[in-house]
């Protein structure tokens, strides 16, 4: 059993930047892989990026590229997603969740999900 607790929402302007953390429990960190979604008012929840803990692969969502950056704290069981450049397309609850596998973008992967944070971008 995996148990993941996401912390770091939070209201910004366009263009700023937060940095979201996700801390996963369990002996088994480095056999998963951690991934970070989205859903926005009325819409369906969407993958964000995603990345394996042994091996440090990443994948990421053509919308985030370039701007969010996810990475990992092995020691700490910790994952984190670095957002810049922030735009109101953005603003969302945005859900850690965990596997044990390869990193994968397909939200029904993910066994684990934490209760969400929100994350509001706007002027």
């Known amino acids: 059993q995996v148990q993941v607790v996401e912390s770091g929402g939070g209201l910004v302007q366009p263009g700023d930047s937060l940095r979201l953390s996700c801390v996963a429990s369990?002996?088994?960190?480095?056999?998963?892989?951690m991934g970070w979604f989205r859903q926005a008012p009325g819409k369906e929840r969407e993958f964000v990026a995603t990345i394996r803990m042994s091996t440090g692969n990443t994948y990421y969502a053509d919308s985030v590229k370039g701007r969010f950056t996810i990475s990992r704290d092995n020691a700490k069981n910790t994952v984190f997603l670095q957002m810049n450049s922030l735009k109101p397309e953005d603003t969302a609850v945005y859900y850690c969740?965990?596997?044990?596998?390869?990193?994968?973008?397909?939200?029904?992967?993910?066994?684990?999900w934490g209760q969400g944070t929100q994350v509001t971008v706007s002027s």
């Open positions: 369990g002996r088994t960190f480095s056999s998963l892989a």
């Open positions: 969740a965990a596997r044990y596998g390869l990193a994968t973008g397909i939200r029904n992967e993910y066994d684990y």
